[in-house]
């Protein structure tokens, strides 16, 4: 399932940026965050991708999504400037973006290098 993240499950799920300047991530497995807007037509077509993925990969990676009309400090957090932009984070390292819809497939080559290999 996908999970709506607001300012305060990020901070308590992903990374506590008002504690810390230092990345830290905070989950206990690899994640991505699809930053959307719901007037946006490629957001619309990468939703039920998202939602079949957080299926497929349910408890090896953890899939959020974020409004970014509502959550706008998290969007410049990230310095989300076109959407759909989706954010892999792995469970150590850096946060890697992908802006842009990709196909299932795309998706799934992405989390196999960047969230399940690493």
């Known amino acids: 399932m996908v999970e709506n993240l607001t300012e305060?499950?990020?901070?308590?799920?992903?990374?506590?940026?008002k504690e810390s300047k230092e990345w830290k991530y905070k989950g206990d497995c690899p994640c991505m965050i699809?930053?959307?807007?719901?007037?946006?037509?490629?957001?619309?077509?990468?939703?039920?991708?998202m939602d079949e993925l957080a299926d497929e990969y349910s408890g090896k990676v953890d899939v959020y999504k974020v409004d970014t009309q509502?959550?706008?400090?998290?969007?410049?957090?990230?310095s989300v400037r076109s959407i759909p932009t989706i954010i892999l984070i792995p469970k150590n390292g850096k946060p890697q973006v992908i802006i842009g819809a990709l196909s299932k497939e795309g998706f799934g080559k992405a989390i196999k290098k960047v969230l399940l290999e690493g």
Not at 34 to 49: L, Q, T
Request: with cysteine; aromatic share 20%; glycine share 2%.
């Open 70 to 78: 509502q959550e706008q400090e998290l969007a410049a957090l990230f």
């Open 8 to 17: 305060e499950i990020f901070r308590e799920k992903i990374f506590d940026f």
């Open 34 to 49: 699809d930053f959307y807007a719901d007037w946006c037509g490629p957001c619309k077509m990468v939703a039920p991708i």
